[in-house]
């Protein structure tokens, strides 16, 4: 164990001589085909050449639409069939099933172009207008259908949400297309968008909290815009804008308390069973009445009971013939000595006020008009 502990020791001392350096790169070898001026992002149109052989199987899709867009997928169709057909992608129109299908042919060679025509057949089906949805085929544009009918449960406040999102005269949602650079409709359960990657993200952000009520749209759209003016000063560009941003705080709503029930005595023992109906009956012996003298005894309380709604329905239209109680000559020569000796109470205290100021002297000024009484 000594031994083992020596070497040890010495193969520490000559790690702490020698200072082992790790040098990043020492790997890479030049590229003289890769320079500073190639953007890597940059997304290459696709050329036929590279794909001669065609595709090995048949890739379809298909889709249903709402029946309110069969009249205007019907005229539109022939424009749709033509811009497929420059990628060689055979399209069908079912108005018997209601569905939009889409598949390869022999002469298809981009193989992300069926993921494009998919796209576009599914705006088609959320009310996008046929010559927006063709623009999805562009290798540059990104599409993206946000659900927002299950983020809510109640309709009335799915609703008002949703509107927050258009805005008067829909300002809020063009001020939300100007700032995302996307194209976004709203229409029924699902929000559609297109547009950039980047732009998609900011879209997707804004719809969900809105509906979630985590965000009202309008301080979304001020964020953006200060971002938009921060990417204008070339100083910020490696430094954090969080300092510049606004901070909106959510303000918590007063909502109704639950009304808590109050907490019984706590007991081992099982409440009391309650008495059946049968029990009842023996107590008070009606159990072993007849059938006959049963109905007869319900038909008796019956009456009673019709007897004391007819009495007391009678009272109340025999109160309106009743004549009001006439005062007698006494009674008001008592009332209006009643009012003279509380008029005379409230002359003598507004004397004594007034006497009492009367010998305060200067500045304190004299009680006004009403203590005269």
Same mark, same amino acid.
């Given at each position: 164990m000594e031994e083992e502990s020596n070497s040890v020791g010495e193969h520490g001392m000559e790690g702490e001589g020698k200072v082992r350096t790790k040098h990043k790169g020492k790997h890479d070898k030049p590229k003289p085909w890769d320079h500073d001026g190639i953007d890597h992002w940059k997304i290459d149109k696709f050329d036929p050449a590279w794909n001669e052989g065609g595709m090995l199987e048949v890739s379809s899709f298909s889709?249903?639409?709402?029946?309110? @867009?069969?009249?205007?997928?019907?005229?539109?169709?022939?424009?749709?069939?033509?811009? #497929?057909?420059?990628?060689? $992608?055979?399209?069908?129109?079912? /108005? +018997?099933?209601?569905?939009? !299908?889409?598949? !390869?042919? @022999?002469?298809?060679?981009?193989?992300?172009? =069926?993921?494009?025509?998919?796209?576009? $057949?599914?705006?088609?089906?959320?009310?996008?207008? &046929?010559?927006?949805? $063709?623009?999805? #085929?562009?290798?540059?544009?990104?599409?993206? =259908?946000?659900?927002?009918?299950? /983020?809510?449960?109640?309709?009335? @406040?799915?609703?008002?949400?949703?509107?927050?999102? #258009? %805005?008067?005269?829909?300002?809020?949602?063009?001020?939300?297309?100007? /700032?995302? %650079?996307?194209? +976004? /409709?709203?229409? %029924?359960?699902? +929000?559609? &968008?297109?547009?950039? =990657?980047? %732009?998609?993200?900011?879209?997707?952000?804004?719809?969900?909290?809105? $509906?979630?009520?985590?965000?009202?749209?309008?301080?979304? =759209?001020?964020?953006l815009m200060m971002k938009r003016e921060l990417e204008k000063v070339p100083e910020l560009k490696h430094e954090s804008w969080d300092r510049f941003l606004p901070k909106f705080k959510k303000k918590n709503v007063k909502q109704k308390k639950a009304k808590s029930k109050e907490k019984k005595p706590y007991t081992p023992y099982p409440p009391p069973q309650e008495p059946s109906k049968i029990d009842k009956e023996l107590e008070s012996g009606q159990y072993f009445l007849s059938e006959n003298k049963k109905s007869q005894k319900k038909w008796e309380e019956k009456l009673e009971k019709q007897a004391e709604k007819s009495a007391e329905s009678k009272r109340k239209r025999e109160e309106a013939f009743i004549p009001p109680k006439e005062t007698t000559k006494q009674e008001s020569a008592r009332d209006q000595e009643k009012d003279d000796l509380a008029a005379t109470t409230m002359n003598l205290k507004a004397t004594t006020v007034f006497m009492k100021f009367s010998c305060v002297p200067f500045p304190f000024r004299r009680p006004s008009r009403k203590y005269y009484g």
């Open positions: 889709t249903l639409f709402p029946a309110y @867009r069969e009249k205007y997928l019907q005229d539109a169709w022939p424009s749709v069939k033509g811009a #497929l057909k420059q990628f060689d $992608i055979s399209c069908d129109l079912n /108005l +018997v099933e209601g569905s939009m !299908t889409v598949s !390869t042919t @022999r002469k298809t060679r981009d193989p992300f172009i =069926i993921v494009k025509a998919r796209d576009l $057949i599914r705006l088609l089906s959320r009310s996008v207008p &046929a010559p927006q949805a $063709i623009k999805i #085929l562009d290798d540059e544009m990104q599409c993206d =259908i946000i659900k927002i009918g299950g /983020l809510v449960r109640n309709m009335e @406040r799915f609703v008002k949400r949703r509107q927050h999102l #258009l %805005g008067p005269n829909s300002s809020t949602l063009k001020a939300i297309e100007i /700032l995302t %650079g996307c194209y +976004v /409709l709203i229409q %029924g359960n699902t +929000v559609a &968008a297109m547009g950039s =990657i980047k %732009g998609l993200k900011q879209v997707r952000r804004i719809v969900e909290d809105c $509906i979630q009520n985590k965000m009202h749209p309008i301080y979304h =759209i001020r964020t």
